[in-house]
T-cell receptor
Framework: AQTVTQSQPEMSVQEAETVTLSCTYDTSESDYYLFWYKQPPSRQMILVIRQEAYKQQNATENRFSVNFQKAAKSFSLKISDSQLGDAAMYFCAYLEYGNKLVFGAGTILRVKS | GAVVSQHPSRVICKSGTSVKIECRSLDFQATTMFWYRQFPKQSLMLMATSNEGSKATYEQGVEKDKFLINHASLTLSTLTVTSAHPEDSSFYIC????????????FGDGTRLSIL
């Protein structure tokens, strides 16, 4: 079974600084999708960014970018110019084509003003 | 963008009551919907996969007689917590997948269930 590991239970970042959240996964598949979801205190699940495994180029969405290392099975999220509104729980997730999402344990991100 | 509506957002009821939670895809058809349970500061735990017109597939350890799932149409799945007890108190979230297998799941806003 696929597993997703987020080794950082909590992270802190100063406003306007950059922070990187780690994620590793285990799979024997070659074609799959990876996602980062944000869950603020309202508990809505918000899609931050997605990466398709067959694409070598790292995905970017405004201040959010990923470092996708397929051989190492690593998928980290970089948040640049952190804002107070970025404070949330962040989940890394794996989706094998046609199958269910597998979530990591999550990382709580605190942003200091 | 795709919207999933989940209702109610908050339920407080007495022990022994059955509670129904609805999950609707508002602007797309969802042949597959998912039901998750989340404890405070923990990850989402998949409970079951709901397939339109067929029986739901439950994850290991989830009691199918306790958590009844019905997916009678392409836009609606329901989760009924039968004879709820305090240990069933939790945050329940549904999601729906609209096209293909690689599209992200669209999540409802969740239901906070409190059993007294």
């Amino acid at each position: 079974a696929q597993t997703v590991t987020q080794s950082q239970p909590e992270m802190s970042v100063q406003e306007a600084e950059t922070v990187t959240l780690s994620c590793t996964y285990d799979t024997s598949e070659s074609d799959y999708y990876l996602f980062w979801y944000k869950q603020p205190p309202s508990r809505q699940m918000i899609l931050v960014i997605r990466q398709e495994a067959y694409k070598q180029q790292n995905a970017t969405e405004n201040r959010f970018s990923v470092n996708f290392q397929k051989a190492a099975k690593s998928f980290s999220l970089k948040i640049s110019d952190s804002q107070l509104g970025d404070a949330a729980m962040y989940f890394c997730a794996y989706l094998e084509y046609g199958n269910k999402l597998v979530f990591g344990a999550g990382t709580i991100l605190r942003v200091k003003s | 963008g795709a919207v999933v509506s989940q209702h109610p957002s908050r339920v407080i009821c007495k022990s022994g009551t059955s509670v129904k939670i609805e999950c609707r895809s508002l602007d797309f058809q969802a042949t597959t919907m998912f039901w998750y349970r989340q404890f405070p500061k923990q990850s989402l735990m998949l409970m079951a996969t709901s397939n339109e017109g067929s029986k739901a597939t439950y994850e290991q350890g989830v009691e199918k007689d306790k958590f009844l799932i019905n997916h009678a149409s392409l836009t609606l799945s329901t989760l009924t917590v039968t004879s709820a007890h305090p240990e069933d108190s939790s945050f329940y979230i549904c999601s729906a997948r609209d096209t293909g297998g690689g599209q992200p799941q669209h999540f409802g806003d969740g239901t906070r269930l409190s059993i007294l």
